[in-house]
């Protein structure tokens, strides 16, 4: 018999430091992916935003770092630190704004301020050759202006568009480019430092005086007029309206619209050489034969009013004739049944409609040519032309449908009868109406009496039931009366009442005329301070409720500024008469506004659709005739010292700044 099978084998017990355990697959080594993956989210947001932050401080730190380090590779550090200490200085670290010290000289300092001048700083020469873009007398006078020049001293250089945006700070919106804000202010004195407490250093010698020029404000306005004037002549020459964002130009009438508003304003300013090449256009250019439609009452307040004005303050009878052209061919506008001018006349064909849309004449428009065509009549001896203005007078003041002394906003030139009725404003449609009352009462020597009544009888209308308070500042505005109700709206163009009332009580209307006009042109300028760009929207909505705390809401439709003058107007108008010099600073401010928002390099100013976003206040890419015509007149006018230079009690301004003569009383 066999025995069972023998199993021989060998035990092996090993010990436990030589033991591993197994796991019936692949020994694997963790990655750092997996030990990673391990981590709970909060630990690795945790890491993430550690090594974020560390990356982020050291790309702001490489700039400094680096001068620091390059500082140090220059010279030894102990020559920096005893040229320092020999001057009673510590030194700065980089990015640290240091600061004067009284009595002590930086003789290289690393990054001069740049110097405040009046308007423009002066732009840094240039070493690439001046663009040679736009007309020749353009091409010898950069973005400079005499005034800033030494007498007799040419500017040597030009910036183009590319080196203007490399050497001031400039907005862009969408592409287009806009001056940043003008160095318009003086530098402080000596004295003034002195008063906000420099510090004081042992030793040290003390401040003596600097003398400083005050701004001149006249200059800045001539300034600003070169500068629009540059644009116009560059992009526009000849044309209605220049587009300053696009560098062309707009029509509306094709009559060089712009040109023969601003001849007296060049006139006035002293700006001869430009007057004499915009006189040169009209002589050779300017024609009134074309077969062309024009509003009656724009190319009244603006061709023959500005053409008249011009003739007075020169005497030269070329702006005569062309007045009484474009005056005798307005004349086919007042052929209707009731004497009411129709709105439109086409001066080439001696025809005139209303608009196609409806049959009524604006009441404004209608009873705003008046000083014009009397003007006209008295120096052409041709009594046609003030016989049918005055014709619409007599029936506006014998109409019924006013509302004590206010009058509706629209009337029929079939009827001769208002139409729209209840809705009463001295906004749009109907301003120019109460304006026009009392100069034409003054400009006919005061012997028109019906004139001065229905005057009087519309500013005590006026205080009886379109006044009201802001809650907030109790600020006085003009609303609008709708059907028994009043709107707390009010339109900038309401803006030359304050002006109208306080040349009413120079010329001996009751006092209380001059204490409404003075509170209402503070309202004005708070339409002005109170948005982000100090500019006035063109229509403000007053609070009558202090929910806010804001007196002036404006609506995103109306936050657009079309460079008016109404508000400079009613300033020129009080500074006059009170010399008060706020009213003259309240001018500046809104100077320095237009300068910063509306200035645009190349030339000339825009209007902006949005004066509640200084960042992006939307440039509407159109320079409005008036802007020179008016704004910029004004402004200059408020800020001259002569009282003589276009006398109030010797001239009446129309409705878009020419100035008419006051005939003389009858003796």
């Known amino acids: 018999m066999y025995s069972p099978l023998r199993k021989d084998f060998v035990s092996l017990t090993l010990g436990e430091q030589h033991s591993h355990s197994y796991t019936n697959g692949k020994h694997r080594r963790q990655s750092c992916w997996r030990k990673w993956k391990q981590l709970s ?4 947001s945790l890491i993430l935003f550690l090594l974020a932050f560390l990356l982020i401080c050291g790309i702001f730190s490489y700039p400094t770092l680096s001068e620091q380090w390059r500082a140090l590779s220059e010279g030894p550090v102990s020559e920096g630190w005893d040229e320092t200490e020999s001057q009673g200085l510590q030194p700065v670290p980089p990015g640290v704004l240091a600061k004067v010290v009284p009595g002590a000289v930086q003789e290289e300092p690393p990054e001069p301020q740049r110097p405040i001048l009046p308007v423009l700083p002066k732009p840094q020469a240039i070493k690439k050759p001046p663009s040679k873009r736009g007309p020749p007398a353009m091409q010898k006078r950069g973005n400079v202006s005499d005034w800033q020049l030494k007498d007799g ?3 040597a250089f030009r910036r183009d568009e590319e080196q203007e945006k490399e050497a001031k700070t400039v907005i862009s919106w969408r592409g287009a480019m806009i001056e940043a804000e003008q160095g318009t202010e003086p530098q402080p004195s000596a004295h003034a430092k002195e008063a906000a407490g420099p510090a004081e250093v042992e030793g040290a010698a003390p401040l003596q005086p600097v003398s400083v020029k005050p701004v001149d404000r006249a200059e800045a306005v001539r300034e600003a007029f070169r500068h629009a004037w540059k644009g116009y002549k560059a992009f526009a020459w000849g044309h209605d309206e220049l587009k ?9 009438f094709g009559l060089g619209l712009t040109l023969i508003d601003a001849l007296d304003t060049m006139w006035i300013l002293g700006l001869k050489e430009e007057f004499e090449e915009s006189r040169e256009w009209v002589e050779k250019e300017l024609s009134f034969s074309k077969n062309v439609d024009v509003n009656l009452f724009e190319s009244t307040i603006r061709i023959l009013g500005g053409l008249l004005s011009t003739y007075h303050l020169t005497g030269d009878a070329l702006f005569l004739e062309k ?10 506008a007042f052929k209707t049944p009731s004497k009411i001018p129709f709105s439109d006349v086409n001066i080439g064909k001696g025809t005139a409609h209303p608009p196609r849309w409806t049959t009524d004449s604006t009441v404004a428009e209608v009873t705003s040519i008046q000083l014009e065509f009397r ?3 008295r120096l052409t001896q041709d009594p046609q032309y003030q016989k049918a203005v005055d014709e619409i007078m007599g029936q506006v003041h014998r109409l019924d449908g006013k509302h004590d002394g206010l009058v509706p906003m629209f009337i029929n030139t079939n009827s001769g009868k208002f139409t729209h009725r209840g809705v009463y404003t001295l906004g749009a449609r109907a301003d120019s109406y109460y304006e026009y009352l009392l100069k034409q009462w003054l400009q006919g020597g005061k012997q028109e009496p019906e004139l001065l009544e229905d005057y009087i009888q519309a500013v005590e209308g006026v205080k009886k039931n379109l006044l009201k308070q802001t809650a907030p500042s109790k600020l006085l505005f003009v609303g609008e009366l709708s059907h028994g109700r009043l709107n707390p709206k009010m339109d900038h163009l309401v803006c030359f009442l304050p002006g109208t009332l306080a040349l009413g009580a120079h010329n001996g209307l009751p006092a209380d005329h001059m204490e409404l006009a003075v509170q209402l042109i503070e309202t004005c300028h708070q339409m002005y301070v109170q948005m982000e760009t100090g500019l006035s929207p063109e229509i403000a909505h007053f609070n009558l409720q202090n929910h806010n705390g804001r007196d002036v809401d404006v609506k995103p439709a109306d936050r657009h500024n079309l460079l008016r003058p109404e508000t400079v107007e009613s300033l020129f108008y009080m500074y006059r008469f009170t010399q008060d010099s706020k009213y003259r600073d309240w001018g500046w401010e809104i100077l320095q506004s237009f300068n910063k928002f509306t200035r645009v390099p190349s030339g000339g100013y825009t209007s902006i659709g949005n004066v509640r976003d200084p960042v ?5 890419d159109k320079m409005e005739s008036f802007f020179l015509g008016e704004t910029l007149k004004y402004l200059f006018l408020l800020f001259s010292d002569d009282p003589d230079l276009i006398s109030l009690d010797k001239y009446v301004f129309n409705t878009e700044a020419h100035p008419l003569p006051i005939w003389p009383s009858a003796s």
């Open 41 to 44: 989210r909060l630990q690795r």
């Open 153 to 155: 001293e040419e500017p």
């Open 244 to 252: 300053p964002i696009s560098k062309t130009h707009g029509e509306w």
């Open 323 to 332: 007045a009484k052209d474009i005056g005798s061919r307005l004349m086919p």
């Open 375 to 377: 003007e006209l009549s």
């Open 616 to 620: 992006n206040p939307g440039p509407r």
